[in-house]
């Protein structure tokens, strides 16, 4: 597996939409978060502390999902962009007079201290990032010993049709490809995860015409690809775009309905006990080698209750 940057991902465009002003969650954001919440079902233990990583973007009803899941347990919200931050806090601000403000878990609008957090929530984050591997890393610097990062982020087939028309035209890529689950796997053991599961689906998704399918994929996000278009394209490209899209996406069987295919990829990863690395010289961080005693004690226990 390549430790190299996504080759398709411009970063420096990826790094501009990131710090893009907030926006309203994407409807297909939110309902991915509800299918991810639901699959929490598999794992028993709650979290004493948990993350929401991007929240903005990533779903603030599923946000609500989670703190009525867990609700004595401290959430941290982290808002990567400074632009955000500001908006996040204002909107999951709970009034003085409500009783919940002073009940269950406390919000904290900031980055979770290091081995802090038995769960990292991170919705539809992964696929826009430059460099994913980096921020995997500090996933795992956030997580305590056991605990789980939780993500979900498209796929190698969502908008294949789209793509194919592109091609078809002579028109450079409509969107960066992404990355393929195994390779998400492969990846999060490399950044120190282990147990990875990975899981996929693909949802069809239909549209009344043309203008409102370009409308619903302008909130999902922008064409990183470095080779896309160089500047915008004028009325007779659109009108030519738009046309492309009725004659090829259209299914007289739906009413004229234009289809398009998103592949969703889910992935859970549990941060396991360091080990010190075999050399000649080993440094650990004094973080990790009370992570180390504290697994040798549980461990140790275990054997003697068997």
């Known amino acids: 597996m390549s430790t190299q940057r996504p080759p398709t991902i411009d970063p420096v465009a ?8 907030p926006a309203p969650s994407p409807w297909l954001h939110e309902e991915v978060a509800r299918r991810m919440e639901a699959r929490l079902e598999w794992i028993r233990a709650a ?21 009525q899941r867990y609700p004595d347990a401290q959430c941290f919200v982290t808002e990567t962009a400074p632009q955000r931050q500001a908006h996040i806090a204002q909107a999951l601000a709970t009034p003085w007079w409500r009783a919940s403000r002073w009940m269950g878990g406390a919000t904290r609008f900031e980055a979770p201290p290091e081995g802090s957090v038995q769960m990292l929530w991170a919705n539809m984050a992964l696929h826009m990032a430059a460099d994913p591997q980096a921020l995997f890393a500090q996933w795992h610097r956030a997580l305590a010993v ?16 789209l793509h194919a028309l592109y091609a078809e035209l002579g028109w450079p890529p409509p969107g960066h490809a992404f990355t393929d689950m195994h390779d998400w ?3 999060l053991v490399q950044a120190g995860f282990a147990e990875p599961v ?5 949802i069809t998704l239909t549209f009344a015409d043309a203008p409102r399918l370009l409308q619903e994929l ?12 160089g500047a915008l394209r004028g009325r007779a490209w659109q009108r030519r775009l738009l046309q492309a899209l009725t004659e090829r996406l259209a299914d007289p069987a739906d009413a004229g309905r234009l289809s398009l295919t998103f592949e969703i ?4 990863a549990f941060k396991p006990t360091p080990r010190v690395p075999v050399g000649v010289q080993s440094a650990v961080s004094l973080h990790d080698m009370r992570a180390m005693l504290l697994g040798d004690k549980a461990d140790k226990s275990k054997k003697r209750t068997a």
């Open 14 to 21: 990826a790094a501009r939409w990131h710090a893009g002003l």
């Open 47 to 67: 979290p004493a502390a948990w993350c929401h990583w991007d929240a903005v973007r990533g779903g603030l009803e599923a946000h609500a999902l989670l703190r």
């Open 146 to 161: 056991d605990g789980y990062v939780m993500f979900s982020c498209l796929g190698p087939d969502t908008l294949r049709e």
């Open 185 to 187: 796997g492969d990846m």
């Open 198 to 202: 990975m899981d996929m689906e693909r």
């Open 218 to 229: 302008r909130g999902l996000g922008v064409n990183l690809h470095p080779q896309r278009f």
């Open 265 to 268: 990829v889910y992935g859970h």
